[in-house]
C-alpha cells in the first residue's frame, strides 16, 4: 500500500493506494475506487500535485501519538 500526498492551492490531504484507490482523506472521496492512472489524470487536469510519501514516513499517524485516558 503505497501514501500518495496531494498539495492543492486551498489543501493537503492524502489517500493510500495499491493500484486502486482504497482510502481517501474526506476532500479526495471522488479518488476513491480509481485506478492509479486514472487518479493520476484527475489530479493533473485540477492543477494539483502529488507525490507518494517514502515508506520511512508512511507510518500510522495515530501510533505517534497514543496517550493513556486515565491519567
Keep these: 500500500m503505497k ?3 496531494v ?3 486551498h489543501f493537503v ?3 493510500e493506494t495499491d493500484g ?3 482510502r481517501t482523506a474526506p476532500i479526495l472521496k471522488a479518488l476513491r475506487g480509481m ?3 486514472r487518479a493520476r489524470r ?3 487536469r485540477k492543477g494539483w500535485k502529488a507525490s507518494v510519501v517514502p515508506d520511512q ?3 500510522p499517524l495515530m501510533s505517534n ?3 493513556d485516558e486515565t491519567k
Design 3 to 5: 501514501i500518495v500526498r
Design 7 to 9: 498539495v492543492a492551492p
Design 13 to 15: 490531504a492524502g489517500f
Design 20 to 22: 486502486i484507490v482504497r
Design 35 to 37: 485506478d492509479d492512472d
Design 42 to 44: 484527475y489530479i493533473a
Design 57 to 59: 514516513l508512511s507510518l
Design 65 to 67: 501519538f497514543e496517550h
